[in-house]
C-alpha cells in the first residue's frame, strides 16, 4: 500500500505560479512512476505529468508542456508539480498517484494507488 497526500493548491492569478506537493507514504516510494492527474470541474479526469521512477524520464500533456515541471525526491518521498503561467484553463482538482510499474503511462486506468486531490483555482 501507498498512501498519498496532495497540498499546495489554492487561489492564483492568472499568469501566476503554484507548487504542488504530494507526499508518500508506506512501500518504497521509489520503486513507483508517479503522475499527476486533474479533474475540471464537469469534465473528465485527464493526465498532465508524469515521472518514471529514478526521475530519468518524464513525459507531459501538450496543454502543461513548457510551463509545468514534474520532479521528485526519492530521499525524502515527495513528489512535485511546478505550475507557472496558469491559465484559467489550468482550474481542476490537482491529485497524484503512483503506478506499480517501471514504464511511464498516461491513462488514469494504470495507476494503482490515488491522493484525494488539491483544488486549484486560476481566477483574477
Known amino acids: 500500500q501507498v498512501q498519498l497526500v496532495e497540498s499546495g493548491g489554492g487561489l492564483v492569478q492568472p499568469g501566476g505560479s503554484l507548487r504542488l506537493s504530494c507526499a508518500a507514504s508506506?512501500?518504497?516510494?521509489?520503486?513507483?512512476?508517479m503522475g499527476w492527474f486533474r479533474q475540471p470541474p464537469g469534465k473528465a479526469r485527464e493526465f498532465v505529468a508524469a515521472?518514471?521512477?529514478?526521475?530519468?524520464?518524464?513525459h507531459y500533456a501538450g496543454s502543461v508542456k513548457g510551463r509545468f515541471t514534474i520532479s521528485r525526491d526519492n530521499a525524502k518521498n515527495i513528489l512535485y508539480l511546478q505550475m507557472n503561467s496558469l491559465k484559467p484553463e489550468d482550474t481542476a482538482v490537482y491529485s497524484c498517484?503512483?503506478?506499480?510499474?517501471?514504464?511511464?503511462?498516461?491513462?488514469?486506468?494504470?495507476?494503482?494507488?490515488w491522493g484525494q486531490g488539491t483544488q486549484v483555482t486560476v481566477s483574477s
Open positions: 498517484a503512483a503506478r506499480a510499474n517501471v514504464v511511464i503511462d498516461t491513462s488514469s486506468e494504470e495507476y494503482n494507488y
Open positions: 508506506g512501500r518504497t516510494f521509489s520503486g513507483y512512476v
Open positions: 515521472i518514471r521512477w529514478d526521475g530519468g524520464i518524464t
